[in-house]
């Protein structure tokens, strides 16, 4: 997962293109609704299951790209 297909999702969930990639999503109007949108399209797009803790502590596009990048190649036992 990229910085860029986060932002992608950033901008298709916010409604918006005027999003960089570290802006902070909850600064440009979202919510925890939507941050669940968020959640369930990277783990649709990339397979990352991240949890809204995770959101939390990384809500711009570049901090959640890393994060979902690291979730990705976790092994879960």
């Not at 997962?1 to 918006?16: N, P, S």
Request: proline share 3%; hydrophobic share 55%; glycine share 8%.
């Amino acid at each position: 997962m990229t910085t860029a297909d986060v932002l992608a999702i950033f901008r298709t969930v916010l409604e918006t293109e005027d999003i960089a990639a570290s802006d902070d999503f909850f600064d440009l109007g979202g919510d925890s609704l939507l941050a669940t949108r968020v959640l369930s399209a990277l783990a649709r797009a990339g397979g990352a299951e991240l949890t809204m803790e995770d959101f939390l502590m990384a809500p711009t596009p570049e901090l959640l790209a890393a994060r979902a990048a690291g979730a990705a190649g976790a092994v879960v036992s």
